[in-house]
C-alpha cells in the first residue's frame, strides 16, 4: 500500500522558516516525480514545487520562487519542502503528492498524502 505521509508544519511566526517533510512508502518511486501542493482555506489547491526523484530535477511555481526549496533524500524515501520568509497569505494546508510526469496540476499525480497544516501569524 502506497503511502505518503507529511509532518513538520505548525504555527510560525511571519518571516520565519519550516521544512517540511514527506515519507514515501509501499513502492518504488524512482522514475516518479514528487510534488508539493498547497491549499489555503476556501481556495483550490494550488501547485508550488516538483522534484524528478531520479534526477533531482525541480520546477517552481512563480508565485514561491525564491522562498521555498524542495529537495529529496533517496536513501530516507523523503521529499522536503523547505520555506524561508513566511508570510501570513502561506497558511494553508501543506501536501505531498507523487505521479509518473512532472506537472503543476493536480490530475498528474496519484498519490497523495493527508497534508500538514502552516499557520503563519502576523
Known amino acids: 500500500q502506497v503511502q505518503l505521509v507529511e509532518s513538520g508544519g505548525g504555527l510560525v511566526q511571519a518571516g520565519g522558516s519550516l521544512k517540511l517533510s514527506c515519507v514515501a512508502s509501499g513502492r518504488t518511486f524512482s522514475g516518479y516525480t514528487m510534488a508539493w501542493f498547497r491549499q489555503a482555506p476556501g481556495t483550490e489547491r494550488e501547485f508550488a514545487a516538483f522534484i524528478t526523484w531520479s534526477a533531482g530535477r525541480t520546477f517552481y511555481a512563480d508565485s514561491v520562487k525564491g522562498r521555498f526549496t524542495i529537495s529529496r533524500d533517496s536513501a530516507k524515501n523523503t521529499v522536503y519542502l523547505q520555506i524561508s520568509s513566511l508570510q501570513p497569505e502561506d497558511t494553508a494546508v501543506y501536501y505531498c503528492?507523487?505521479?509518473?510526469?512532472?506537472?503543476?496540476?493536480?490530475?498528474?499525480?496519484?498519490?497523495w498524502g493527508q497534508g500538514t497544516q502552516v499557520t503563519v501569524s502576523s
Open positions: 503528492a507523487g505521479g509518473l510526469y512532472g506537472s503543476i496540476w493536480r490530475t498528474g499525480y496519484e498519490y
